[in-house]
C-alpha cells in the first residue's frame, strides 16, 4: 500500500525557514516523479516544485530562488526546503508522486507564515 506522509510544517515569521519532509512507502520511490503542491483557502491547488528520478527539478516562479526540493532515495523522503518565506507562501502543502500512470496524495501539512 502506497503511503505518503508529510512532516515539518507549522508557524514562522516572514523571512524565517522551514524545511518540509515527506516519506513515501510501497515500493514507488526510487521510480516516482516526486512533488510538493500547496492549496491557499479559497484558491486551486498549485504545483510547487517537482523532482524527477534523474534529479531534474522545476519550479513555480514565485518560489526560485528560496525553496529547494530534494530527494533521499536511501531514505525514501522528498524534501522542501523553504527560505526568504513571505505571508504568501501560507497554505497547506501536499507531497505528490507519480508512479507510472498513478498519482499518490499526502494529507496535507499547514506551513503559515506570520509576524
Known amino acids: 500500500q502506497v503511503q505518503l506522509v508529510e512532516s515539518g510544517g507549522g508557524l514562522v515569521q516572514p523571512g524565517g525557514s522551514l524545511r518540509l519532509s515527506c516519506a513515501v512507502s510501497?515500493?514507488?520511490?526510487?521510480?516516482?516523479?516526486l512533488a510538493w503542491y500547496r492549496q491557499a483557502p479559497g484558491t486551486q491547488r498549485e504545483l510547487v516544485a517537482r523532482?524527477?528520478?534523474?534529479?531534474?527539478?522545476i519550479y513555480v516562479d514565485s518560489v526560485k530562488g528560496r525553496f529547494t526540493i530534494s530527494r533521499d532515495n536511501a531514505k525514501n523522503t522528498v524534501d522542501l526546503q523553504m527560505n526568504s518565506l513571505k505571508p504568501e507562501d501560507t497554505a497547506a502543502y501536499y507531497c505528490?508522486?507519480?508512479?507510472?500512470?498513478?498519482?499518490?496524495w499526502g494529507k496535507g501539512i499547514l506551513v503559515t507564515v506570520s509576524p
Open positions: 510501497g515500493g514507488i520511490f526510487s521510480t516516482s516523479v
Open positions: 523532482i524527477w528520478s534523474g534529479g531534474r527539478t
Open positions: 505528490n508522486a507519480i508512479a507510472s500512470t498513478s498519482y499518490y
